[in-house]
C-alpha cells in the first residue's frame, strides 16, 4: 500500500489503519461517534493526502481544462477554486474534482486540480489522452506534497492565528499560497464535512510537524484527530456525493441533483451533448434523501420500495450522529421524487419505513 507522509504518524497514534484505495490510512481513532461530533462542535484534522494533487504550469491548461471539465474554467479569477465533474463522451462522471487557479509565491498563475484517490490514475490517463504532448505543463505531486483538512467551528480561528493570515476573510472556495516557515504552503477554504475549514497543502517532508503544529494550537478548543469513518458520516449528513456511490460512470450528472457543477450554456465539453439528452429523460432515476424510522440504518445497495416494486437503491446510507437518525441517499424513480414520500428501505429482507426528505440532512448554522 502507498503511504502518506503522515501514515506512520497514525499508527503510532492509535490509529486503526486500513487499505483506502491503495493507501493505508487511519479508518479511526477510538470512536467515530466523538471524532465526528469534535468536527461539528470544536475541530478535527484529517489526513486526506491520499486525493491526487495535479499542476498545470502551462497557459495552455485553461483550454485543456474547460474543454474536459463540467463547470467554466475559462476566465476563472485568480485565487478561486471550482467544483466540477469530468465525463467521458456518454455523459458517465469520470471523477469530481476541485480546480484551483492560484497564483504561487513566484508570481506566476497556475491551475491546480484535486481528485479522488481511486480515480488519480484514471484522471491522468485521461488527460494525458486529450493533450498527448503535455502542452498543459501537467504534473503529478500527489507524493511530493501532503493534504491536511482542518474542519470545524474553531478549524478557521486557529488556523488564522498560526499563518497570521486573514482566513476567514479569504471567503469560501478561495485558496491561495503563503510563506510558512521557509517553504510554500496552500491554503484552500475547502473541506468535505459540511463545516467550516479549510485545507492545508505543504511539501510533504513538513507534514508531520504542521500537523502536530495545528492539534497543538486547538488542543484547549478539543482539535483531536480524525479519520475515514468521521469523514464518511460527516459528509453523508452535509449530502456530498462520494465517488463509487452517488457518483459514477454508470450515473448522469442530470440525475445527480448537481446543476451548480456545470455549465452548459455557450460552450462544449466532454460529454457536453449526453448531459443534455440526459435532462430530457423523464424516467431516469434521480438522487434523493431519505430519513428511516427507528435506528436501523440502510447501506449501499438496499433496495428502495413502495409494495412489491423496487423503485430505487440507496447509494450510502449511515446512523447520523448530529441527527440521530438514520439517513441514506438513494437514486428512485422520478414519480416518487417528491418530498414527503412514504417509502420503504428492504435491509437484510426486512421492511423499514423512510420518507424521502429535502438535502442536504444538516446544514451548519
Known sequence: ???????????????????????????????????????RTQAGLFDVSHMGRLRFSAPEAETLLDRLATRKIAGMPTGRIRYS???????????????????????????????NASNREKILAWLQQHDPNNSAGL?????????????????VGVVDQLLDLDVAGMGYYTGQFVQYQGYPLL???????????????????HAVALWETVLAR??????????????DTLRLEAAMPLYGHEL????????ADLGFAMTLKDRDFVGRDAILAAQQQSDARVRVGLELEGRRPGREECPVMIGEQTIGVVTSGTFAPT??????MAYIDPAYRALGTTVEVDIRGKRHPAAVVKLPF????
Open 1 to 39: 500500500m502507498l503511504k502518506t507522509a503522515l501514515t506512520d504518524w497514525h499508527a503510532a497514534h492509535g490509529g486503526r489503519m486500513v487499505d483506502f484505495a491503495g493507501w493505508s490510512m487511519p479508518v479511526q481513532y477510538d470512536s467515530i461517534m466523538a471524532e465526528h461530533a469534535a468536527v
Open 139 to 155: 504534473t503529478d505531486l500527489t507524493l511530493q506534497t501532503a493534504m491536511i483538512a482542518v474542519q470545524g467551528p474553531q478549524a
Open 362 to 365: 444538516y446544514s451548519r448554522s
Open 218 to 231: 486547538g488542543a484547549d478548543l478539543g482539535f483531536r484527530p480524525a479519520g475515514l469513518g468521521a469523514r
Open 248 to 255: 459514477s460512470e454508470s450515473i448522469n450528472p442530470a440525475h
Open 85 to 115: 465533474l469530468m465525463c467521458n463522451s456518454e455523459g458517465g462522471i469520470l471523477d469530481d474534482v476541485l480546480v484551483y487557479k492560484l497564483r504561487e509565491l513566484d508570481g506566476q498563475e497556475r491551475f491546480w486540480m484535486v481528485v
Open 187 to 205: 491554503v484552500s477554504r475547502t473541506g468535505y464535512t459540511g463545516e467550516d475549514g479549510v485545507e492545508l497543502v505543504p511539501p510533504a517532508e
Open 323 to 328: 441527527l440521530q437518525k438514520p439517513i441514506a
